[in-house]
């Protein structure tokens, strides 16, 4: 396993984790206010393959207060990471929510360098209330920081699977524990994502598989739209989970995903063979 750094423009830098290995590679994207981390177990259980994890701008050990917070930059903090790290090669992207967002633009911006497209909890329809954002960071910038400990953030954050993965994530500091991210740039970014981008989805040319958890964010009818607008996805719904399913449903977000990449390469490989 290698840490590594991409430099982006506006000294951005974007913080890449490579698991190595000479199998398909994947590359894989974090949702909001989360970061690579939280999917080292999805990561670590994609035996046989090539493993990207990247932390996206304003998260993680990327830079934490980026200027430019449009969902091109989004793409092109991950088109740069592919190009450098793995040239000549195309990977599948494996985003969830804002992550999954991300990988479906990049998809759609860049099908030449991709392979497959898994968006766990994610969607392209937007968000028409403003006010969904803006609660989103007044949430974000309510925590009490520093936590003075691990308890006392499990105190305020609550018993929520995601919990688990910011207090992992919390940097330590002479003062307390402190987020890796920062609130209103959640919410700049957050913002960016909540516009519909259903061009991009339509003309998406890439396979890709839809995953939504049985008690995620997303209802029946936002899920049959995705795939009423683009009928060749594949969309399979979990029998359990959260929002946060790659974390509380992680043993059939496993077998959905592996059986999912082994699906691909064997056609890819089929097609090769022709």
């Known amino acids: 396993m290698t840490d590594c750094v991409v430099q982006r423009p506006g000294g951005v830098s974007i913080a890449v984790t490579d698991l190595g290995g000479d199998g398909p590679v994947v590359v894989l994207l974090h949702g909001l206010a989360g970061s690579s981390r939280e999917l080292l177990t999805t990561a670590h259980a994609l035996r046989g393959y090539r493993v990207l994890l990247v932390d996206q701008r304003g998260h993680g050990a990327s830079t934490r207060l980026p200027d430019d917070l449009s969902r091109d930059a989004f793409v092109g903090d991950v088109v740069t990471t592919m190009e450098e790290l793995m040239p000549g090669r195309r990977a599948t992207l494996v985003g969830h929510s804002m992550g999954a967002h991300t990988a479906f633009l990049t998809a759609a911006a860049r099908p030449d360098l991709i392979e497959g497209l898994v968006m766990l909890e994610g969607h392209v329809a937007g968000n028409a209330d403003p006010g969904e954002a803006r609660g989103l960071g007044r949430y974000f910038a309510s925590w009490p920081v520093p936590f003075a400990n691990e308890t006392a953030a499990r105190e305020f954050l609550g018993p929520e699977a995601i919990v688990d993965a910011w207090v992992a994530d919390l940097e330590s500091t002479d003062d307390g524990l402190f987020p890796r991210f920062d609130a209103a740039v ?13 061009d991009e989805w339509e003309a998406l040319q890439v396979p890709t598989l839809a995953v939504f958890a049985k008690h995620g964010m997303f209802g029946d009818a936002d899920k049959d739209e995705l795939i009423r607008r683009r009928p060749e996805t594949r969309r399979d719904d979990l029998d359990g989970g959260s929002h946060d399913a790659h974390l509380d449903a992680f043993d059939e977000w496993i077998r959905v995903l592996r059986c999912w990449l082994l699906c691909e390469q064997s056609g890819a490989s089929r097609a090769s063979d022709r």
């Open 186 to 198: 959640m919410q700049r970014t957050i913002e960016a994502v909540h516009v519909p981008r259903w």
